[in-house]
């Protein structure tokens, strides 16, 4: 993979606020000069069914968690 300049695109972390903390692959002169405009997500978007077995995991295991706590009290 290389960006328009010909060089090897630099793994970064995005800072904006809809998509904090997510990985891209930009040009190495992102912010600095004359860029490419290369861009590319690192990582697939997560989102619909993988997002909502996520949330149904985490519902389960804050009910486990809870009923776990009355017991200890």
Same mark, same amino acid.
């Given at each position: 993979?290389?960006?328009?300049?010909?060089?090897?695109?630099?793994?970064?972390?995005?800072?904006?606020?809809?998509?904090?903390?997510?990985?891209?692959?930009?040009?190495?002169?992102?912010?600095?000069?004359? #860029?490419?405009?290369?861009? $590319?997500?690192? @990582?697939? !978007?997560?989102?619909?069914?993988?997002?909502?077995?996520?949330?149904?995991?985490?519902?389960?295991?804050? #009910?486990?968690?809870?009923? $776990?706590?009355? @017991?200890? !009290?």
């Amino acid at each position: 993979m290389v960006c328009g300049h010909g060089e090897r695109p630099i793994l970064r972390t995005s800072t904006k606020k809809d998509n904090p903390g997510r990985r891209f692959w930009g040009c190495v002169y992102y912010e600095v000069q004359d #860029t490419c405009d290369f861009f $590319r997500w690192a @990582d697939p !978007e997560t989102g619909g069914a993988l997002q909502d077995s996520k949330i149904a995991r985490c519902r389960k295991k804050i #009910t486990t968690l809870k009923t $776990r706590l009355k @017991d200890v !009290e």
